[in-house]
């Protein structure tokens, strides 16, 4: 008996290592594997699962997953490795420069070979994180809770003044952020530059508003600026009590009128120019203090002439990456009543809600309100349609669109004039994220992304180099179609959304469209 269980243990011990279903993702939707080739340079059958074969038996045998990629090759050159080389490749070989200069010299060819992964930019969407920095204290900031030493950190300028110049003419949008736009030093002299310069592209700002001072909102005006403000209340007591740091309400008192002082001030010099179409989107962030603030939030915002009305729901107080909410009694009452809204305010003004939340919370909530006859929401939201009357998204589109041409800029499409950063772009026989093809994302510490709710990819620094007069450039083709980006797309192309933030709602395999547009541009 004991020699059995000798036996049955050397069994056990000696057994390959489990499969995991991610280690099946991983080869199935590499750029570097090829099925069709693997299958006919080895002489397997067409129906051989030739991404299970090569992950548990063809690398143990020496076969290679695709013409770019050499199994054995990798081993010799890392003989640390125990594991699958192409799925030790893809989790952190690439990562640590290992095999890269092989793959970058094979990269033309990978192209050639996958030519709906490779891009380049067409009135595309360039986002600057002009700085980290910011003079608002919201308790739910980002940046203040991930950045550590980057919080303060502006961009070198000359990245966004020189290495970037070479593609400002395949740009649409210019989306400065942060941060707060506004802040940075360099803030007013970049945002002068592009609208002397570019005076094409649409520049697009994101700020809470303290520092939208009389100089911006004169260029703003005159530079058809689409402006967003994050002020997150309807009143000082609410914007004290749900979005400041709670041991500094005395200054969030003081601030909120600063705020909507700016708006107002640039309000009148838009209307004054006949340009009031251009007024500014407005958002909020929810949570257990302020949920209650939505139906004010609204009205605020309509009485502000808002373009847009966004949501978001507090994520310190929610797992994102949950099917549902962790505080449902405050957050689901909050859905519905922006879900009863947006049908309300269907062709007046988009609410938008649908950005960052739980996957699994809308579906319910949606059938429940559709079924709500509309004329008992007209009376039950009278106060705000009387609010938004003569309103009208397409209206105000058009004549954006108008002034835009009128002035020599681009004119947008309609998803692009909401939200450039998250629509859809059409594939064959579907919808797909647009940002992996036409997005660049540049951060203050050198991060070189296509979208910021992406895993960290490249970083400009890599690729920063030298003419013969020492003048520092980039070479954008290297970076666009660099083999990360490559990769990224392939896998997106093949519905694997690894490196994506979990909640995107461009990336729902559930649900891809429906979040984005279903009930607000398809609407109407």
């Known amino acids: 008996m004991k020699i059995l269980d000798k036996l049955f243990n050397r069994t056990k011990k000696s057994a390959p290592p489990q499969i995991s279903e991610e280690d099946k ?7 570097l594997f090829d099925g069709e080739w693997y299958c006919k340079t080895y002489g397997f059958g067409k129906y051989l699962d030739a991404a299970n074969h090569y992950l548990q038996i063809g690398w143990r045998e020496g076969k290679n997953p695709s013409a770019f990629f050499s199994t054995t090759d990798y081993q010799k050159k890392n003989p640390d490795v125990t594991i699958n080389p192409l799925v030790h490749f893809e989790k952190f070989g690439f990562k ?7 793959i970058e010299s094979v990269l033309p060819k990978i192209l050639a070979r996958h030519p709906d992964c490779k ?4 009135d595309g969407l360039l986002r600057i994180r002009i700085t980290n920095a910011c003079n608002a204290k919201c308790r739910y900031c980002g940046v203040r809770c991930g950045f550590g030493d980057e919080a303060t950190h502006a961009m070198i300028p000359s990245w966004y003044y020189e290495l970037c110049k070479p593609i400002y003419d395949k740009i649409g949008v210019v989306l400065i952020t942060g941060g707060d736009a506004f802040f940075a030093k360099e803030s007013y002299n970049y945002m002068k530059f592009m609208s002397e310069n570019f005076p094409q592209i649409t520049l697009m700002t994101e700020s809470n508003g303290i520092a939208f001072n009389e100089k911006f909102q004169e260029l703003a005006a005159q530079n058809l600026f689409k ?9 000082a007591e609410v914007f004290a009590k749900g979005c400041w740091d709670l041991d500094d309400s005395a200054t969030a008192k003081k601030i909120f009128p600063i705020m909507i002082r700016n708006i107002k001030n640039y309000l009148a010099k838009l ?12 958002s909020m962030v929810i949570n257990k203090d302020n949920a209650d603030d939505i139906l004010n939030f609204v009205e605020l915002s309509l009485e502000l002439h808002a373009g847009f009305i966004v949501f978001f729901f507090d994520y310190t107080e929610n797992n994102m990456s949950d099917e549902f909410f962790t505080n449902p009694e405050i957050s689901r009452p909050a859905m519905k009543t922006m879900m009863e809204l947006e049908r309300v305010l269907a062709e007046k003004i988009i609410i938008y809600f649908r950005l960052w939340m739980p996957t699994g919370e809308a579906a319910a909530l949606q059938q429940e309100v559709e079924a709500i006859p509309i004329d008992e929401l007209n009376k039950k939201y009278a ?22 041409r009128a002035c020599g800029k681009k004119e947008l499409a309609l998803v692009d004039d909401i939200s450039p950063s998250l629509h859809l772009k059409q594939e064959t ?34 690729f920063i180099e030298r003419d013969a007069a020492g003048k520092e450039f980039v070479d954008w083709e290297k970076i666009l179609n660099s083999f990360e980006y490559a990769s990224a797309r392939y896998r997106i192309l093949h519905d694997d959304f690894r490196g994506c933030q979990v909640c995107c709602p461009m990336n729902s395999v559930k649900s891809p469209v429906e979040a984005v547009t279903k ?3 398809d609407r109407f």
């Open 119 to 122: 891009t380049e930019l067409k």
């Open 519 to 521: 009930y607000n541009v």
């Open 383 to 404: 106060k705000i349609l009387k609010l938004a009357e003569g309103r009208s998204i397409l209206g105000e589109f058009k004549r954006r669109n108008e002034i835009r």
């Open 25 to 31: 993702q991983i080869i199935r939707n590499s750029l």
């Open 271 to 282: 209307e004054a120019a006949d340009k009031l179409c251009f007024a500014p989107d407005l």
């Open 96 to 102: 640590e420069n290992r095999y890269r200069a092989e």
């Open 429 to 462: 026989d579907r919808e797909i994220c647009f940002a992996p093809w036409n997005e660049i994302d540049l951060y203050p510490d050198g991060r070189l992304d296509f979208c910021g709710w992406f895993e960290p990819t490249l970083n400009i620094k890599n």
């Open 227 to 235: 402006a967003h403000f994050s002020i997150n209340a309807s009143n």
